[in-house]
């Protein structure tokens, strides 16, 4: 009998860890397009960590596309916008171009200014840590939200309002229409240690926020607005998938003239739901919490063998 309990117990513990492995096996991520034309989106992986493929594709007004990533990856996504290909084949977009040449990134990173989703899966604590940050500047709104996950900081992120209108003369990216289509960070503009917490502003302590990433700040308090803005704009989740929208639903264009400094702040409603948040949570896909409901079922299982033994 000692040896029938002792097969059980590595049963039930083979069982458990196979599938709790595939909680933490991966993560889903799907791109969804509000935008009211295309998005070409960029991925760059974390040095030494195996690159996600495709690096980079385009996104059609109201199209949606799904990449899986795997445990303890880690990288960015950023949206390109006004992109197009020469006579010699040569790829380029008018912003957060990678300067690859190609639709694909292959490793290579956003040229500033771009708005940012950066993402470290099964990271401390298993948790994963998730941010949209502006320190690069801005191009896009963009919204990112869990699915299927849990945490006490585990909500959505972003920066869901049109800043290219409101943003400051001194910043302003146009194009050759003389339209306003990206902002840049002030370190970009001006290359300042100050700007860009670098040299003897190098830490917390001496980097603190400057008139124009407070722009940034009013208008998307959830985002990191300057290298050091960690404390409002990191968030955990365990057991998510991500959904990561490009111009979302509740995006407010924001018009201003050039001596007007600071753009108003979205309303954020923590209660809210947002459109396309929920499509994982009812689509094929299976969640994580899936498989934790599968140990339990088998656990159940074998005690119930147990009791007729």
Same mark, same amino acid.
């Given at each position: 009998?000692?040896?029938?309990?002792?097969?059980?117990?590595?049963?039930?513990?083979?069982?458990?860890?196979?599938?709790?492995?595939?909680?933490?096996?991966?993560?889903?991520?799907?791109?969804?397009?509000?935008?009211?034309?295309?998005?070409?989106?960029?991925?760059?992986?974390?040095?030494?960590?195996?690159?996600?493929?495709?690096?980079?594709?385009?996104l059609?007004?109201g199209?949606?596309?799904?990449?899986?990533?795997?445990?303890?990856?880690?990288?960015?996504?950023?949206?390109?916008?006004d992109?197009?290909?020469?006579?010699?084949?040569?790829?380029? *977009?008018?912003?957060?171009?990678c300067?690859?040449?190609?639709?694909?990134c292959?490793?290579a990173?956003?040229t500033?200014?771009?708005?940012?989703?950066e993402?470290?899966?099964?990271?401390?604590? #298993?948790?994963?840590?998730?941010?949209?940050?502006?320190?690069?500047?801005?191009?896009?709104?963009?919204?990112?939200?869990?699915?299927?996950?849990?945490?006490?900081?585990?909500?959505?992120?972003?920066?869901?309002?049109?800043?290219?209108?409101?943003?400051?003369?001194?910043?302003?990216?146009?194009?050759?229409? #003389?339209?306003?289509?990206?902002?840049?960070?002030?370190?970009?503009?001006?290359?300042?240690?100050?700007?860009? *917490?670098?040299?003897?502003? #190098?830490?917390?302590?001496? *980097?603190?926020?400057?008139?124009?990433?407070?722009?940034?700040?009013?208008?998307?308090?959830?985002?990191?607005s300057?290298?050091?803005?960690?404390?409002?704009?990191?968030?955990?989740c365990?057991?998510?998938?991500?959904?990561?929208?490009?111009?979302?639903?509740?995006?407010?264009?924001?018009?201003?003239?050039?001596?007007?400094?600071?753009p108003?702040?979205?309303?954020?409603?923590?209660?809210?739901?947002?459109?396309?948040?929920?499509?994982?949570?009812?689509?094929?896909?299976?969640?994580?919490?899936?498989?934790?409901?599968?140990?339990?079922?088998?656990?159940?299982?074998?005690i119930?063998?147990?009791?007729?033994?």
């Amino acid at each position: 009998m000692a040896k029938l309990f002792l097969s059980i117990s590595l049963l039930i513990l083979g069982i458990s860890q196979t599938l709790i492995q595939g909680v933490n096996s991966s993560a889903t991520f799907t791109f969804v397009n509000k935008c009211d034309k295309t998005v070409w989106v960029g991925i760059l992986s974390n040095a030494g960590i195996t690159p996600l493929e495709p690096t980079g594709f385009a996104l059609e007004k109201g199209e949606s596309h799904a990449l899986n990533a795997p445990a303890s990856w880690g990288g960015r996504f950023w949206g390109r916008t006004d992109c197009s290909e020469d006579s010699d084949g040569k790829f380029t *977009c008018g912003t957060g171009d990678c300067g690859s040449g190609k639709i694909e990134c292959a490793g290579a990173g956003a040229t500033p200014p771009a708005t940012l989703a950066e993402f470290t899966l099964d990271g401390d604590g #298993g948790m994963d840590f998730f941010d949209v940050s502006l320190v690069d500047g801005y191009n896009l709104p963009m919204l990112v939200a869990p699915t299927g996950g849990s945490g006490r900081n585990c909500t959505y992120t972003g920066c869901m309002v049109d800043l290219n209108g409101a943003c400051p003369s001194a910043l302003k990216v146009m194009n050759s229409d #003389g339209e306003g289509v990206a902002c840049k960070s002030a370190c970009e503009a001006f290359g300042e240690q100050e700007y860009c *917490c670098s040299g003897a502003f #190098g830490t917390p302590d001496t *980097c603190k926020p400057s008139s124009y990433s407070q722009l940034f700040k009013t208008a998307c308090p959830r985002a990191y607005s300057y290298a050091y803005d960690d404390k409002t704009s990191t968030f955990t989740c365990n057991g998510a998938d991500y959904q990561v929208t490009f111009c979302p639903p509740s995006t407010t264009s924001k018009k201003t003239t050039d001596g007007q400094q600071s753009p108003a702040a979205p309303d954020f409603n923590p209660g809210m739901v947002y459109e396309g948040a929920d499509a994982m949570e009812n689509s094929g896909t299976p969640q994580r919490h899936t498989y934790i409901h599968a140990v339990i079922v088998a656990v159940a299982a074998v005690i119930t063998m147990v009791a007729f033994l």
